[in-house]
């Protein structure tokens, strides 16, 4: 018998090895028997495609694990196995009906349950095939047991093969029962016993979970020992294969908690269901109670147990170049590694970069740091630009999946999104995280966030409070580690949005409203403020900061800030002492380093906070507790101008009104603004990009619409960003853009043009074509912004940055056309808003222009607008 032609027809049944959900479409079994027909998969690059320096690296298969994965039990996860990271709670997941069908709209709901178990019957019959590709070696390999030479014994095929056969049965059973009644669907249909059944079987599971380990080991040994086995194992990766019953049981719980928000609860599958979903998440968290210790634990070669704590890819400052690498926390060392570079259909490794054991490692204070090579840093208007890219390219995806467009022409697209999101992950960061080796070398890393640096510190410092020797790995045992890696690893991808399943939250899109109200819990008296983070593109990036609150255990803030979200799924929260030691200096960046108190991070449920009303909540972080509120306003309401109904004042008005009230040429309230911002905020640091208090906005608001004589004084008193922040919302809440709704079009229209002379006779009519009073106001606006745009070097904020900040503001669509352009929620860095940018750029990098000469010129474009 020719086992190779065995393998080699297993290996013909099995369809993927993925562990994302397969999304085929399906041609259910007919009496010919089974009909497969799967859409191409799609397109995603992993870290595991790319070298640490963006480039396409040639796919190889999976590798099978070695040690016992960690089930991850939750149903708001994906639905695939994962390792716990070490902040992650152990709790059980919530009860079935916590959080479940609240308001099911009976007809949706009903179509919805039809959607996913359509869904989870493709993949079903997809398991059910790769059972079959995992049982077809075995009868041949029985038959050959009893005979003098047998392949292996029938202890071995049992060890190996343990339950598989009664696991296939089980499934075959439910989708024969299901599949006919989703084929002839009506309302009226009830199929809650048939998984009420499935869940009552999954003691199988059990035998086969406690059997796992054994089985995988049994197949290596086999492997190695015996070549007829090797070759049928290299055909059909039995490790690989091995690992499917034990994904299966996660993504049926997650079907049933989808099953169960989308049935009406007087339904009668709803206590059938409920009850399924209860005996699946009882049997994934005890059979976690078994497993977990030993989920990313690998064995030294003395026989002692090195376990993965954390894992995550970090921008390395090498050689004057940034790369992207896989660095590796284990209970005594500290590895850093790259993916190696593998030929098509070789398992891929990870290449070792350096190391340094924990009792070595230590972190040099911000004065004894050596001074590093300047660190070149991107230009913020540059990481604009590329967002922008970005975004466009998500556009045009969404795009092509709605017109049904080439699965090419989407692939092409995404690789393209991913070179772009690459660049912006490797090119962001410049927050610096130095570790040195006390027998030498110094590695320093780049980060994005001060809340991740000091996860990185923390985890380490914590270890290093054990007993740890120092010690030096030969290269075999090197080659183990780093072997190990692979297998070990819990973050598998590249954090950026194209490497996200179709059906993952896109995050959202809007303005963040949060008020930092107080903090308790300090042992002592500091100087206390926060900062708030936001996730952003891949990576999370600081967006507020509160006052200093001094001398105090209780600090009472009470200030609102208005955050931009671009595709947002998560808030954190971080307490910091303030330090005013100016010896404390960063030699990388010359920054004095305060200390963090407490960090904390939250989800943000679009469900939560997409509401009017403000929703109150508390971070615990060290025995330390922020109370905040917050609420979410979606780009599109953003973008809506609602007049002021009292015309005394000047917020929401128009400005011809104002400057004829004022009999001025420019507001008032423009004027002493900039006034302001030129006397002591042009040298601000993100002078304008940074958010002023909310409140303090408000308070000026309010002082403005009243014509209070005690303006001076409080705007003399008043944070420089609070009156940076009121100028913006006056032209925002202006009741059209002050280049206005009738202008806007030719204005995209003339920005588009590619003949300097005629972009620069359209561009300078459209000007001419303004009412007086904006004009003026504009031509006022934009001189101020040149001459903040010369202090760059000291406030960081270039023309471009400022034409970001102003653009949208000054020149958006009406109510009635944004309906047209904000379709989809990304669409906030769409070609338009791109377009608006580039128009105030255009007349930002423009020589003076005076309204005299404007009005006085006879323009050869001349055709009324």
């Known amino acids: 018998m020719n086992y190779?032609?065995?393998?080699?027809?297993?290996?013909?049944?099995?369809?993927?090895?993925?562990?994302?959900?397969?999304?085929?479409?399906?041609?259910?079994?007919?009496?010919?028997?089974?009909?497969?027909?799967?859409?191409?998969?799609?397109?995603?690059?992993?870290?595991?495609?790319?070298?640490?320096?963006?480039?396409?690296?040639?796919?190889?298969?999976?590798?099978?694990?070695?040690?016992?994965?960690?089930?991850?039990?939750?149903?708001t996860m994906s639905p695939q196995l994962s390792a716990r990271g070490q902040e992650s709670g152990d709790g059980v997941s919530p009860t079935p009906t916590d959080g479940l069908n609240t308001g099911v709209d009976a007809g949706k709901g009903l179509e919805m349950r039809k959607l996913v178990l359509s869904g989870f019957l493709a993949s079903e019959e997809i398991y059910i095939n790769q059972l079959e590709a995992l049982l077809l070696p075995m009868k041949p390999l029985k038959a050959t047991a009893t005979t003098s030479q047998p392949v292996l014994t029938l202890q071995q095929i049992e060890t190996i093969f343990y339950k598989i056969q009664d696991i296939y049965e089980i499934h075959k059973e439910f989708y024969d029962n299901l599949c006919p009644k989703v084929q002839q669907w009506d309302s009226n249909i009830t199929m809650g016993h048939l998984f009420q059944k499935l869940a009552s079987q999954l003691g199988v599971y059990k035998a086969f979970v406690d059997n796992y380990k054994i089985a995988l080991e049994t197949a290596e040994k086999c492997s190695h020992s015996n070549n007829q086995f090797q070759k049928i194992s290299e055909v059909t990766p039995t490790g690989t294969l091995l690992y499917k019953p034990i994904d299966r049981v996660t993504r049926s719980t997650l079907v049933l908690h989808d099953l169960l928000k989308h049935t009406p609860s007087d339904h009668p599958d709803y206590p059938l269901l409920q009850d399924a979903l209860r005996i699946s998440q009882n049997f994934l968290s005890s059979i976690n109670e078994d497993i977990d210790p030993r989920r990313t634990a690998v064995t030294t070669p003395k026989g002692e147990t090195r376990q993965l704590i954390k894992d995550g890819f970090l921008v390395e400052l090498s050689e004057g170049s940034r790369k992207l690498r896989h660095v590796f926390l284990f209970t005594d060392v500290l590895l850093c590694a790259k993916l190696k570079k593998t030929a098509v259909g070789k398992h891929q490794q990870y290449d070792c970069k350096w190391y340094v054991p924990l009792a070595d490692l230590v972190f040099p204070s911000p004065e004894e740091s050596e001074h590093c090579p300047q660190v070149h840093v991107i230009p913020d208007h540059e990481l604009e630009d590329m967002k922008m890219k970005i975004s466009a390219i998500k556009s045009e995806v969404q795009k092509e999946k709605a017109n049904k467009g080439q699965s090419r022409a989407i692939e092409r697209l995404k690789k393209k999104m991913f070179e772009n999101e690459f660049w912006l992950l490797l090119n962001s960061p410049a927050i610096p995280f130095r570790i040195h080796n006390r027998n030498g070398k110094s590695y320093l890393f780049l980060l994005s966030s001060d809340y991740e640096r000091s996860e990185w510190r923390e985890a380490i410092q914590k270890l290093q409070k054990k007993d740890l020797q120092a010690f030096?790995?030969?290269?075999?045992?090197?080659?183990?580690?780093?072997?190990?890696?692979?297998?070990?690893?819990?973050?598998?991808?590249?954090?950026?949005?194209?490497?996200?399943?179709?059906?993952?939250?896109?995050?959202?899109?809007?303005?963040?409203?949060?008020?930092?109200?107080?903090?308790?819990?300090?042992?002592?008296?500091?100087?206390?403020?926060?900062?708030?983070?936001?996730?952003?593109?891949?990576?999370f990036v600081s967006k507020a900061k509160t006052r200093v609150f001094r001398d105090t255990t209780e600090p009472q803030w009470n200030e609102e800030f208005e955050i931009e979200l671009e595709g947002s799924q998560s808030l954190r929260i971080l307490c910091y002492e303030k330090c005013y030691d100016k010896t404390k200096l960063n030699k990388d960046n010359n920054e004095i380093v305060d200390k963090i108190m407490g960090k904390g991070q939250i989800q943000l449920d679009p469900q939560a906070v997409q509401t009017k009303n403000w929703h109150m909540d508390v971070i615990e972080m060290n025995g330390i507790k922020v109370e905040f509120s917050m609420k979410f306003t979606s780009r599109d309401m953003s973008l809506k101008r609602t007049p002021s109904k009292k015309q005394t004042g000047v917020f929401g008005v128009k400005i011809s009104v104002v400057t004829k009230r004022e009999r001025s040429k420019v507001p008032y309230i423009v004027r002493q603004c900039i006034e302001e911002v030129e006397k002591r905020g042009i040298e601000e640091v993100g002078i304008y990009r940074i958010s002023g208090v909310a409140t303090d906005i408000q308070a000026l608001k309010a002082v403005f619409d009243a014509n209070n004589k005690d303006i001076l004084v409080m705007l003399s008193d008043m944070d420089i960003n609070a009156i940076a922040g009121t100028l913006k919302l006056y032209f925002r809440e202006l009741p059209e853009p002050l280049l206005t709704d009738r202008l806007y079009p030719a204005f995209m229209e003339g920005i588009a043009l590619s003949d300097p002379a005629a972009k620069e006779n359209c561009m300078m009519h459209l000007l001419r074509s303004l009412p007086d009073p904006n004009l003026i106001t504009f031509l006022f606006l934009l001189e101020h912004l040149k001459r903040v745009a010369e202090k760059e070097p000291i406030n960081k904020m270039s023309l471009h940055n400022l034409a970001t900040v102003f653009g949208p503001t000054l020149l958006r669509p009406s109510e009635g056309e944004s309906k047209g352009h904000l379709t989809l929620a990304s669409d906030i860095w769409s070609h338009d808003v791109m377009a608006q940018v580039q128009v105030l750029l255009y007349y930002l990098q423009h020589p003076p222009i005076s309204f005299t000469e404007l009005k006085r010129n006879t323009l050869y474009f001349s055709t009324d607008v």
């Open 4 to 75: 190779v032609n065995v393998g080699e027809r297993a290996a013909g049944r099995q369809v993927g090895s993925s562990s994302r959900v397969e999304r085929v479409s399906m041609s259910l079994r007919g009496p010919g028997g089974w009909e497969r027909g799967c859409e191409p998969s799609n397109f995603n690059y992993g870290a595991e495609d790319y070298d640490a320096e963006g480039n396409e690296e040639p796919k190889a298969l999976p590798e099978g694990s070695e040690t016992m994965p960690y089930i991850d039990e939750s149903p």
């Open 472 to 539: 030096v790995l030969s290269s075999v045992e090197l080659q183990v580690l780093t072997g190990s890696c692979f297998k070990l690893r819990t973050v598998h991808n590249i954090p950026v949005t194209s490497n996200k399943d179709d059906d993952e939250s896109p995050g959202l899109y809007g303005f963040l409203h949060v008020i930092v109200h107080s903090a308790k819990g300090f042992k002592q008296s500091a100087n206390l403020y926060c900062t708030l983070e936001v996730d952003s593109f891949g990576y």
